[in-house]
């Protein structure tokens, strides 16, 4: 856990780190610019917690504060109309295929997108389950 008054420090972690995740080309370096930066400004650079998991840990939390906000700012008191497509595609971790289906929700003014769970099957009948399941939520 980062030192009371280290709001800036993860505020840098943050802009150097957890946000360029959207640019894969900048998540490998990521531990080494980190380090750098906190060293250029001061910090003893063996004191902070500072590597590929750690790193990751940050940037799956960033992910679910995001999740959490979003649900809870999200207001569905106008029409809304729910679309959701199916695709194969490459799974994460593996080299395998699989079947996702994007889900997403719009309306006057806004748009949404609700999840995009993996499916045991390509099929009408799973498709149908995953969108009753992500409705319920």
């Not at 420090?9 to 380090?35: D, E, G, H």
């Not at 959490?68 to 593996?94: N, Q, Y």
Request: proline share 5%.
């Amino acid at each position: 856990m980062p030192a009371e008054g280290d709001g800036d420090l993860q505020t840098l972690i943050y802009v150097l780190v957890v946000r360029p995740r959207r640019f894969p080309t900048l998540s490998n370096p990521a531990p080494t610019k980190l380090s750098e930066t906190a060293a250029s400004l001061g910090r003893d650079v063996d004191s902070l917690n500072i590597s590929r998991n750690s790193i990751q840990r940050a940037r799956s939390k960033s992910r679910v504060l995001t999740a959490t906000k979003l649900r809870s700012e999200f207001s569905a008191v106008i029409p809304l109309t729910m679309h959701w497509d199916g695709k194969v595609m490459a799974e994460l971790t593996t080299k395998e295929q699989v079947d996702r289906l994007q889900v997403l929700i719009s309306g006057v003014a806004t748009e949404q997108l609700l999840d995009v769970p993996k499916l045991s099957s390509g099929t009408a009948e799973a498709q149908a389950a995953a969108v009753v399941q992500l409705v319920k939520e």
